[in-house]
């Protein structure tokens, strides 16, 4: 009689709950806040773009950046090695892929310009991927990488066979030149001279015991240009990045293939950057880029050469944004040049020196005019260049929302409060329109959760110093109900009469304080609750999740 009761119950209240379902979900939040990886510019088309992110997201732009979607998870789910390989045809282009039913790394074709990815029966890798690189004047000759293996596909990834192997193989990158193909690897310079029938090391110029952390090359005339990052092949390694920028043994080299060696090439970079990727367009063995980090304070770098590395000139000029659009984050904004850090991704358009693309920690930046000026392309909101950032400014998102988001607290139908890995956490006045931060006194990572007290309109803030809390890798057994010095904790639960109302539950850890802080007011501390030394890794992980906007 029960179970008939709620049958007509669920049935008579369908109709209800159906209209009051949204019918059109969009993608809302500030923008930008997470890593970005790996960009790529097509051949076909200079306004489509692809940005790769560590949330198993791939971004894609076909009008230069202005607004982006995140392609199907169905379809491709990226991970920090991503880079989607364009070629000779627009349709036909190539990307590894994060699968999660195997729990391992697949190798995708799509010949549709995009629209659908399938995975390659070829894959030589047993689900292994870590580099793919495509001849950009082809459809079928295909570079892929295991962690120690190199393969060769010259028909489309029907079939590979192995060309080279290593302990570990980090590739950093490789230039086509008809029957002649380079490729920089950790072990240094593979060269085939025979349309990839076979590939040898050829490393004459280069320190011993170096090897390749970006590599690139172009052909104009009858001369080949190779350029690359060459660093002690022990601190490179499958899977490194741009963060891994601090070695003082890494320069810039160059080497006109048949001519002559390998040589140093960097006069003009101060000694104390670091220069990480390299890039040039395939068609001008004249300009090149390198882009890093700086040293104290950090900041991405991206520096030009116009006259074949000879000398460089520094072309991304973050002091006072000098030559840079910005977004929220800038000198003198919500966040600054320094919380992005370095360049995490580079990439120069295959057919045209002025286009380039830089990732950092939080945001992307593009150049069309050869690194005159630069502009974001995370927010529909851009300050001028040569001016401050001013902090506080809404941002409606462009689509490029690439940090988890937690939490929502409606303080009002139109105000509401939004938490945030990474970034803390940010607020719209405005039903979801735009977002800024309003954060003050709250300077903690991440937000978990927010609370509105039910009488007085109190709202309280669940904060940590750890970011990505509730990944299966940090709430373990041995993490937080161990007993030792490295591995103990807790879990409490705050008093009701502590919080006026307002009940959390709080996970300590010797890296992880977790109090309820009012973003007014200050906060309730029990005495149970020890401050911790907080230690904060921006480590790449696997996970995805977007703030949605529904409407009916």
């Known amino acids: 009689m029960k179970s008939s009761y709620y049958k ?37 088309n200079p306004n489509e773009f692809y940005i790769s992110c560590d949330m198993t997201e791939a971004f894609r732009s076909t009008n ?70 495509a001849d950009p004047n082809s459809t079928t000759r295909l570079l892929v990488s295991s962690y120690s293996n190199l393969y060769f596909s010259s028909n489309g990834g029907t079939s590979f066979s192995l060309v080279h ?92 293939w048949g001519v002559g060696d390998w040589a140093v090439s960097s006069t003009g970079i101060p000694a104390a950057d670091f220069p990480f990727f390299i890039g040039m367009s395939q068609n001008d063995i004249d300009v090149v880029y390198a882009s890093g980090a700086t040293e104290y304070p950090s900041h991405p770098s991206v520096y030009k050469s116009t006259n074949g590395g000879a000398t460089w000139t520094a072309v991304l000029n973050t002091v006072n944004n000098q030559n840079i659009q910005t977004g929220w984050m800038g000198d003198g904004g919500d966040r600054n040049w320094g919380w992005a850090e370095c360049a995490l991704g580079f990439t120069v358009s295959t057919n045209n020196p002025n286009i380039a693309i830089v990732t950092d920690f939080g945001f992307a930046h593009l150049t069309q005019d050869g690194g005159a000026t630069w502009k974001q392309l995370y927010s529909t909101v851009s300050n001028p260049a040569g001016s401050p950032t001013p902090p506080g400014v809404p941002h409606p998102s462009n689509g490029l929302n690439n940090t988890a988001s937690w939490w929502m607290e409606w303080a009002s139908a139109t105000n509401f409060w939004t938490a945030y890995t990474d970034i803390t956490g940010v607020r719209s006045v405005d039903g979801g329109d735009s977002w800024s931060f309003s954060n003050s006194g709250n300077t903690y990572n991440s937000t978990y959760q927010y609370v509105k007290h039910p009488a007085n309109s109190t709202l309280y803030a669940c904060v940590s110093s750890v970011h990505d809390m509730y990944q299966s890798t940090y709430l373990t057994d041995a993490r937080i109900d161990g007993t030792s010095n490295s591995s103990h904790g807790r879990i409490l639960f705050l008093p009701t009469t502590a919080a006026v109302g307002v009940r959390c539950m709080i ?46």
Not at 19 to 41: K, V
Request: contains cysteine; negative net charge; proline residues 6%.
């Open 8 to 44: 007509v119950l669920l049935f008579c209240m369908s109709p209800i709950l159906l209209s009051a379902q949204a019918s059109n979900w969009t993608t809302s939040g500030i923008g930008g806040g997470g890593a970005l990886f790996m960009p790529s510019i097509s051949p076909h």
């Open 64 to 133: 230069a950046g202005t607004t982006w979607s995140a392609v199907d998870f169905n379809q491709l789910r990226a991970f920090a090695e991503t880079q989607v390989q364009f070629t000779s045809d627009p349709n036909i282009r190539y990307a590894s892929n994060s699968n999660f039913a195997v729990d391992g790394r697949t190798l995708k074709k799509s010949t549709n310009g995009g629209e659908t990815w399938v995975d390659l029966p070829g894959d030589p890798t047993g689900s292994d991927v870590w580099y793919v690189l």
């Open 165 to 256: 192997s290593s302990s570990e193989l980090y590739v950093g990158g490789a230039f086509w030149d008809g029957m002649n193909i380079f490729v920089g690897t950790e072990d240094g310079l593979l060269v085939s001279t025979n349309n990839g029938a076979s590939f040898s090391l050829n490393n004459t110029g280069l320190p011993a015991d170096n090897g390749f952390l970006s590599f690139t090359g172009a052909k104009e005339g009858g001369t080949t240009r190779l350029f690359g990052v060459v660093r002690d092949e022990g601190d490179i390694y499958p899977g490194i990045q741009g963060s891994d920028f601090e070695y003082d043994d890494q320069d810039i080299y160059r080497r006109d």
């Open 507 to 552: 996970l300590t850890t010797p890296s992880l304080r977790c109090p309820l802080t009012r973003p007014t007011t200050t906060s309730p501390t029990p005495a149970s609750y020890t401050a911790r030394k907080v230690v904060f890794s921006k480590r790449p992980t696997s996970r995805r999740a977007q703030l949605l906007r529904g409407s009916k």
